[in-house]
């Protein structure tokens, strides 16, 4: 079943380039008003309810609370385990079956996380890339890493999305095209 509202993780991700954000759901809706491409939450309510529900699957983490007269959200990337605590400013670490990955919305934010992620002393990491029509992936000595995503970014400025695998993965099994 496609996702309901295919480019609002999108839209939002793009609102948190800047940094995390913080304030009710009818500002975030405001906010988002920009980006919007049907199909697109009906209000802010569907807004909520699609965050409650769907956010972390796309590398975004939510926060919610009541301040007694509204609620309160606060959205960042979600954690990616490099370091720090709370929201992040990055990507989402997240679980496959074969082990752990981190998501990075642009290849910037990839090589400003790069440092901490070789903390994690690794031989080898699989980088991959989605384009909307294809992923491409590449298994690379951690020497290399630094080169071998610049060189990408030169050829593929704009991916939708970027992952870093620890180990030698076969990416196709864990982020199969959809």
Known sequence: ????????S?????????????GTPTSLYSD?????????????????LWLKHHA????IQVEAWHTGARRVLRLGRAVNGLGGGGI????????????????FPTWAALLEALPALLEVGEA???????????????????GWLYQVVERWA???????EVRIYR???EVSTVWPLA
């Open 32 to 48: 988002l008003e920009p980006h919007r491409v049907d199909p697109w939450p009906a209000n802010p309510v569907s807004l909520s």
């Open 154 to 160: 030169a050829q593929y400025p704009t991916p939708r």
């Open 1 to 8: 079943m496609p996702p309901r509202y295919p480019r609002l």
């Open 124 to 142: 080898y990491y699989t980088l991959s890339f989605d384009l909307g029509v294809s992923r491409t992936s590449q298994t690379v000595p951690t």
């Open 56 to 59: 972390l699957e796309h590398g």
């Open 167 to 169: 180990g030698e993965v």
């Open 88 to 103: 992040s400013q990055h990507s989402g670490m997240k679980s496959t079956q074969t082990g752990a990955f981190w998501s």
């Open 10 to 22: 999108r839209a939002l991700l793009g609102l948190l380039e800047a940094g995390p954000w913080e």
